[in-house]
């Protein structure tokens, strides 16, 4: 009997990060900190500095919540400006204030999440991410009072695939793995990481690629599945 | 040769935090949320929370990082009260409001802080905590004009007495641990610590017990000792 949906935040519920658009503007809104840079030269090392951490990353070194301020660590020492604390979470805030003025919620979010409330399911949200940044943005795209817990990287202290983030959510939900089901659009992240945990797991995914027992191209597909759960259910 | 002079921060350079007054202030005001339910039963569900996750703290399940946020979904949980992100946001601001406001330097930081950077010397803290909640009491002292680098425990991934914390300090430092010197207040974190990384460590502390090799019972004891460290270095 499922009591739990769990979903995926960015790329599931919300558009993904604008992080292109948005290093322009933290290059145009902190052009002190920039002196005698070009906007060019300030986003090649921005890409250097993403690219290394990527690497760190698959190596399993670092975990994807430390990229948020590491990048900013090593662009300024790509560019020679001083790695002050202050400078470091000044261009970090800056870029954040970017992504969430743009963070809207994607189509069918509002509708599905609704629908699930209503239907008396206990609504999670597991990222890859940090608390601060996904409670901003899930307060921006008002998805706030269709969602019952959020856990992130920063709480648990690992990124999914790997199995502890799940069994942390359904811990803090209260649910077993099969009384619970998770939506996500990462194949590796999402999908594998739920099967990790025996969480029964929908791609949400536009491609047509990818080997899946269960997928969705669209948020709203999950309402008559849903439905269709609560019906048998209660035996209608 | 000493390049780099590296702080802990709580307890060493500012106060530590006033977690019971601070329960107080995050009761007071937020009444809403904790309708029908006593101060002393909310401080004991928070003291209970506290409780459970030292125990995981010290059998290293967790991250004294992870502490921010989880002790606000235990307490909650205790309480029988929704357990939303926003919920738990909101009571995990309020503390920080509470202890930001009254994070002050501790006697001597300011003037030791001072002269190290007027002697040359670049300046890094390492903490055991959340990059934000450090930056904003650094700010709040007016510390951060001292301050070459920070780093927290989310972003490397560790807590101190780890070695990794450490290594990753001294790489943003561009030093090598004999380089180096590292101030304290924790012998376990700080002391233990810094021996594990290979640098030489002073131990703050006004206790007169604890087997260290160096130890200063206040902090501007440093000042003497780097002038020496200074004077040596350049023959006078």
Same mark, same amino acid.
């Given at each position: ?144 009072? %269709? !969602?019952?817990?959020?856990? #992130?990287? =920063? /709480?648990? +202290? ?5 199995? *502890?983030? @799940? ?14 089901? %998770? !939506?996500?659009?990462?194949? #590796?992240? =999402? /999908?594998? +990481? ?5 969480? *029964?797991? @929908? ?34």
């Amino acid at each position: 009997m499922v009591k739990a949906i769990i979903f995926d935040l960015d790329g599931t519920l919300i558009n993904e990060d604008q992080i292109d658009r948005g290093l322009v503007y933290v290059y145009k809104t902190n052009t002190n900190t920039f002196k005698g840079i070009t906007q060019n030269k300030f986003i090649d090392a921005n890409t250097k500095a993403f690219d290394s951490l990527l690497k760190m990353y698959k190596s399993r070194k670092i975990l994807l919540s430390q990229f948020g301020i590491l990048i900013w660590y090593k662009t300024v020492k790509i560019l020679n400006l001083p790695e002050t604390p202050i400078v470091v979470n000044k261009l970090y805030r800056s870029l954040q204030k970017f992504i969430i003025s743009r963070t809207i919620p994607l189509d069918g979010a509002v509708e599905v999440l609704s629908f699930i409330k209503k239907s008396g399911y206990k609504v999670g949200i597991l990222s890859n991410g940090l608390f601060e940044e996904r409670i901003n943005k899930i307060k921006k795209t008002k998805l706030s009072k %269709f !969602i019952d817990v959020l856990v #992130t990287t =920063d /709480i648990v +202290g690992f990124d999914k695939p790997n199995k *502890k983030p @799940f069994k942390f959510i359904l811990d803090i939900l209260n649910v077993k793995p099969d009384e619970a089901i %998770f !939506i996500g659009n990462s194949l #590796t992240e =999402d /999908i594998y +990481g739920a099967k990790n945990a025996k969480i *029964k797991a @929908f791609w949400y995914s536009k491609l047509k690629e990818g080997e899946v027992d269960c997928r969705i191209y669209d948020l709203v597909e999950l309402i008559p599945i849903i439905r269709n759960m609560s019906n048998k259910l209660y035996g209608n």
